[in-house]
């Protein structure tokens, strides 16, 4: 069997916690970010192409919390192999 080609585009980010979060700007001037493992656009743009809502780092990581991100479909599929839990919610 094939390994999926998204674990190594997220890999950095194993045995983390992620929170299920709206997405919102990092910082002044940020206007999108990428799913860590398939790219996909998180932004607050209108369009079907953009995702408003997935997983993301929390204050633990060394970035900070809704540095990396993960969409919806990458966490679900993804989470057993590269141990993510969903962290709980503030």
């Not at 001037?29 to 995702?51: I, Q, R």
């Not at 809502?53 to 540095?67: D, K, L, N």
């Amino acid at each position: 069997m094939k390994e999926d080609w998204r674990i190594a585009n997220c890999f950095n980010l194993t045995g983390l916690p992620l929170r299920h979060k709206q997405w919102t700007q990092y910082r002044q001037g940020w206007d999108h970010d990428h799913c860590e493992a398939c790219f996909a656009t998180f932004a607050a743009l209108e369009g079907a192409d953009y995702l408003k809502e997935g997983f993301t780092t929390t204050e633990e990581h060394p970035r900070g919390a809704m540095y990396h991100w993960v969409c919806n479909t990458c966490f679900s599929e993804l989470r057993n192999k590269l141990k993510w839990y969903e962290a709980s919610k503030n």
